[in-house]
């Protein structure tokens, strides 16, 4: 079965400094790969995703992932932070189904703060 | 123009209530879903529809229900609530039964059995 880890549970930066968030999955074949933003009571929001082609996605809010077989991780990075990027991070993988049908698989989540 | 909505957005009830909860999408998908979130941030997919066909059905509890009228709703009933079933529940929509589609999600409802 696929599975996504995410190792870091609370991550805290500067603002102004540069951010990465660690994602790491299991799959034996090419992955569906998500990055999700949740801000405070609020629903999940798609930052990006990849599928094939030019392992460097980027995506909104200036996020970008790298997608890497070998080390089979998705990190998520910001060059600058932002206040207002202060949030819960989620990293999913799509998991085939029979029929064609398909479901996310969600890592745990990294909280991000951010000082000011 | 709220794209997927949910209603209640707060739910506070007794252990052993029956509860339902309300979703809609005004994006026009055909695919919507209900993911739990439990305390610890946790998000599991329960159910999907397409078209109004359940095609996911993960190892739920026969006490939620899911009901879909037609393509732009999809409830959740809960029967005998249990202290356990205290989570966020979100609701999501997509265009396609593709993974590769993103998964619009609700605001979330807070659901809390005392």
């Known amino acids: 079965a696929q599975s996504v880890t995410q190792p870091d549970i609370h991550i805290t930066v500067s603002e102004g400094a540069s951010l990465e968030l660690r994602c790491n999955y299991s799959?034996?074949?090419?992955?569906?790969l998500f990055w999700y933003v949740q801000s405070p009571g609020q629903g999940l929001q798609l930052l990006l995703k990849?599928?094939?082609?030019?392992?460097l996605v980027q995506g909104i809010k200036g996020f970008e992932a790298e997608f890497k077989r070998s080390q089979s991780s998705f990190n998520l990075r910001k060059p600058s932070v932002h206040w207002s990027d202060a949030a819960e991070y989620f990293c999913?993988?799509?998991?085939?189904?029979?029929?064609?049908?398909?479901?996310?698989?969600f890592g745990a989540g990294t909280r991000l703060a951010v000082h000011p | 123009d709220t794209a997927v909505s949910q209603t209640p957005k707060y739910l506070v009830t007794q252990m052993g209530n029956d509860k339902s909860i309300k979703c809609e999408q005004n994006l026009g998908h055909d695919t919507m879903y209900w993911y739990k979130q439990d305390s610890k941030k946790f998000l599991k997919i329960m159910f999907s529809?397409?078209?109004?066909?359940?095609?996911i059905n993960e190892t739920v509890p026969n006490r939620f229900s899911p009901k879909s009228p037609d393509k732009a709703h999809l409830n959740l009933h809960i029967n005998s609530l249990e202290l356990g079933d205290s989570a966020v529940y979100f609701c999501a929509s997509s265009s396609q039964v593709a993974v590769y589609n993103e998964q619009f999600f609700g605001p979330g409802t807070r659901l809390t059995v005392l």
């Open positions: 529809y397409n078209n109004k066909e359940l095609i």
């Open positions: 990849y599928f094939s082609g030019d392992t």
């Open positions: 999913a993988v799509g998991q085939p189904l029979s029929g064609g049908y398909n479901k996310l698989i």
């Open positions: 799959y034996g074949a090419t992955p569906y």
